[in-house]
């Protein structure tokens, strides 16, 4: 791969980035498999097909696009990030889906961790409280083609009861508890799978349900946006 032309042709004798290709960008994405994820621990062999296919370039804002495999989080405006590589691998693992299952979403963002999810389960529906966010993710998904995601714009933190129930559920920003609505809408044996603590630092936790029992383990120690909404935290100003 080579990210560099030259541009002596211009007379000025310095070199200067080439815009990666499509090729470029493939190998991005094996590189970042096999070093962020695979050496990582991440086991799950669907799941690393997923973040494998997915262009995570076309996620991220066109001025971020060469930073897109980085191992960290990118800025998608609004106060918004798209998650960093390894934490939305470790989380499609954890919710161990086999194809078959109804998934909702909160925190739709960018579109990113549908666009995965989408390629491991049935279908998505995800919830996304910022309507500039929602419309633009929508059309990013309809145009690469993510045609079994549903994005819609609400309140995350109350779900979205139409579809109910899931047999999983994943939030991608922190919550100071667990939304009881979300507890709701989880199907029996499904799995919620949510950042929890406060807006510094968090835990992420799997909860199960067990017929009337509620299993949480913890999971990873991480750093999320908070959660916007009547079961989150309360927007600034609000």
Not at 112 to 141: F, N, P
Not at 151 to 167: C, F, K, N, R, S
Not at 182 to 201: F, I, K
Request: charged residues 25%.
């Amino acid at each position: 791969m080579s990210d560099l032309q030259d541009s002596s042709a211009e007379g000025n004798g310095f070199r200067r980035l080439a815009a990666p290709t499509e090729g470029d960008y493939a190998l991005r994405r094996e590189v970042m498999v096999e070093r962020q994820l695979r050496k990582r621990g991440i086991r799950d062999e669907r799941a690393l097909a997923a973040m494998l296919s997915v262009p995570r370039h076309e996620f991220v804002p066109p001025e971020s696009a060469g930073e897109a495999y980085d191992d960290r989080p990118l800025a998608i405006g609004h106060g918004q990030t798209i998650s960093q590589p390894f934490m939305v691998a470790a989380m499609a693992e954890a919710l161990k889906l086999s194809g078959s299952e109804r998934v909702l979403e909160i925190g739709a963002g960018s579109g990113y961790q549908a666009a995965v999810l989408s390629l491991l389960a049935r279908q998505v529906q995800t919830v996304e409280t910022q309507e500039e966010l929602a419309l633009a993710c929508r059309e990013r998904l309809q145009r690469l083609g993510y045609d079994n995601v549903r994005v819609h714009i609400g309140d995350g933190t109350l779900g979205w009861a139409d579809q109910a129930p899931y047999e999983a559920i994943v939030v991608t920003a922190a919550a100071p508890d667990i939304p009881p609505p979300l507890l709701a809408q989880l199907a029996e044996g499904g799995r919620l799978l949510l950042p929890v603590g406060t807006t510094e630092a968090q835990q992420l936790q799997r909860v199960e349900r067990r017929g009337a029992e509620i299993v949480t383990r913890a999971l990873h120690n991480c750093r999320f946006v908070p959660l916007i909404g009547q079961y989150g935290w309360k927007p600034r100003g609000g």
